[in-house]
């Protein structure tokens, strides 16, 4: 948990200060009401306790009593409204702040890096997001004004309890001490037991997440017994961790539940014997017992916080981690250099990268791109090509050395104007659940519907389109399970045509297809690579053949390159690669 964690969270809730104020003086109308409406009680009590056979003396007394009776009630309407008014401005100011903390996270999300990602479950980013932003509001409502109303109740009946019998206020009191001995006793088990209870939850939420994602792989290996067994020992995991948690509470709050009992007991007991010694009037008797509760109720509160406070903080503590800067800096904001017909030149200076700590994805790699070419990488599995792919746009920055784009490097220029001048197609097609106009029309905001179906044209996906049902205005679901691999990845090429940056980057978009639907796709690529610098991890033949320069990577270095015709005539890895066939994997 981050130092200073309570700060954090009540960050969200600085534009709500005069919603706060407004709640404090409600507070204050509310612990008013609650000091004045035993005494009509307590008057009426004594005032019967007077013994009198007087009728004239009797009627004025049941007068009186009448006059105490409505007293009584306009305090209690007093202290209702207040108290509504004080719950309906605390729980809007709750969810006020959690509707920011959730639009933080949404934002934060938005931002991760890929480094960041990598080291995430989807299920686990998924909980955090939508369950665990909950425990803001949480400690806020439950937590930061239980403990301020409490606190001023406990003040507040502290004192006038003082004022109504010495004596018997420190035999109330004496309960604080063992009440702060069991807070500190369990709660911080109890907090131990909540975090470990929410990261079990979001283990589940993880489960469930993954068995949608590959729903088809379970079920094609009938691997659907083994896939349940092993929920069954995660949701067994998520039990067991929910129920020590629960153990605690329980025994938690028996005990906060005895000590309370017996401060109760002694004080009926010391009360009886004050009134039996005449230094007490059976009226203001029935007073304390009422100012009892009313410190009671809060110390019970303050019992309570402990426990709703160590599961929130829990849940808040995963929020913050979430929140916490990448150590990616996003870039000094320096202006790209002015775009030039012809794509951007790129360099890698020496670049290091691992996503792990002593493991080089790319070890010292050395790579000049000039504006306007187009580079294939290829090379075995695991040779760094996406990697080093994905440090053009800035979805992971280098450990070692730099990329430089002409001539500036990327860590000092803006992140949102660089990636604005990148178009990126990966292997896997990404569709929106949107109309088909929609999808394409992502690639930039104020695009007009002859733009997109021009993108469409160029991207030889027009036709496809105009034969859906509503043409252009085909709303594709999540998945896009209505077009075929081929026809999505076309939607993306459209989606890079309308871009129209000065550097295009593809990853292996030719490699889920079938003959005919490379054929179309390859014809796309090379027109969308014109007049930009483009660099395509491939490993199919065909998509390298017209590259201008073929460009080997091997255990995270440049190992051979040059033009597709010159390392054929060699006897190096693209060479070899000819040879076995466009079967071959090179990627």
């Known amino acids: 948990m981050p130092r200073h964690w309570l700060l954090q969270i009540l960050r969200f809730y600085r534009e709500d200060w005069w919603r706060v104020l407004v709640a404090v003086a409600l507070l204050g109308v509310t612990t008013t009401a609650a000091v004045l409406k035993p005494w009509p009680t307590a008057w009426i009590v004594d005032l019967l306790f007077q013994r009198s056979t007087d009728p004239a003396t009797t009627e004025e007394r049941f007068r009186t009593v009448l006059g105490f ?31 920011r903390v959730r639009q933080a996270v949404f934002d934060r999300l938005l931002g991760l890096s890929l480094r960041r990602l990598h080291g995430s479950q989807a299920g686990d980013l998924i909980y955090r997001a939508t369950w665990d ?33 010495g004596r ?29 209870a929410q ?3 979001a283990g589940i939420a993880s489960s469930v997440q993954q068995l949608v994602a590959n729903l088809q792989l379970v ?12 929920f069954a020992g995660r949701a067994g995991e998520a039990f067991l961790a929910r129920w020590r948690q629960h153990r605690i509470e329980v025994l938690y709050l028996a005990l906060v539940a ?20 005449e230094r007490l009037s059976p009226g203001r008797l029935l007073v304390f017992l009422a100012y009892l509760t009313q410190l009671y109720e809060p110390l019970n509160q303050l019992s309570h916080v402990g426990g709703t406070v160590s599961n929130a903080r829990a849940g808040a503590g995963r929020v913050l981690e979430l929140l916490r800067p990448d150590p990616e800096p996003a870039g000094a904001g320096r202006a790209m250099p002015p775009e030039a017909e012809g794509g951007a030149g790129l360099e890698f200076r020496g670049v290091g990268f691992g ?29 760094g090509k996406t990697t080093l792919l994905q440090m053009i746009p800035r979805f992971l920055d280098p450990d070692l050395g730099e990329v430089l784009w002409d001539g500036v490097p990327l860590r000092d220029l803006d992140r949102a104007q660089l990636r604005r001048r990148i178009a990126l197609v990966l292997q896997e097609p990404l569709l929106l659940p949107a109309t088909i106009a929609e999808n394409i029309g992502f690639a930039r905001e104020g695009v007009t519907r002859p733009e997109i179906e021009a993108a469409a044209r160029s991207a030889s996906a027009h036709e496809f389109i105009l034969r859906l049902p509503q043409g252009y205005d085909t709303v594709v679901g999540d998945g896009a399970a209505r077009l075929s691999t081929g026809e999505k990845q076309r939607i993306n090429l459209a989606r890079a045509f309308l871009k129209d940056a000065p550097v295009l980057l593809l990853d292996e978009p030719t490699s889920a297809l079938d003959r005919e639907s490379e054929a179309a796709v390859v014809a796309a690529l090379r027109r969308l690579a014109v007049g930009r610098t483009t660099l395509i991890v491939a490993h199919r033949l065909e998509t390298i053949r017209h590259a201008d320069r073929v460009v080997v990577l091997r255990e995270g270095r440049v190992v051979e390159q040059g033009s597709p015709e010159a390392l054929s005539a060699g006897e190096g890895y693209f060479s070899r690669l000819q040879r076995v066939g466009d079967g071959a994997e090179a990627g």
Do not use: C
């Not at 306009?74 to 108290?83: D, I, K, M, T, Y």
């Not at 425990?135 to 004022?163: D, E, K, P, R």
């Open 219 to 230: 079920q094609v290996f009938t691997r659907e017994r083994r896939e349940s067994e092993a």
């Open 355 to 383: 996503y792990e700590s002593g493991r080089r994805v790319l070890d010292g790699l050395d790579l000049r791109i000039p504006a306007g070419e187009t580079v294939a990488l290829i090379g075995p599995s695991g040779a």
């Open 199 to 201: 990261d079990a939850d």
């Open 258 to 277: 005895v000590v309370l009992g017996l401060g109760t007991a002694a004080i009926l007991a010391a009360g009886a014997r004050e009134v039996l010694a």
């Open 133 to 165: 932003t909950y425990s803001v509001q949480t400690l806020f409502n439950q937590g930061v004004f239980t403990v301020l109303t409490a606190t001023a109740g406990i003040v507040t009946m502290t004192v006038v309890m003082w004022q109504v019998n």
């Open 69 to 99: 009776a409505g007293l009584a009630f306009g305090l209690h309407v007093l202290h209702a409204l207040a108290n509504s008014a004080l719950q309906a401005v605390v729980i809007s100011t709750g969810l006020r702040g959690l509707t």
């Open 168 to 196: 018997l206020t420190l035999v109330s009191l004496a309960t604080v001490p063992v009440l702060v001995g069991v807070i500190r006793l369990l709660g911080p088990r109890l907090a131990r037991a909540a975090g470990k």
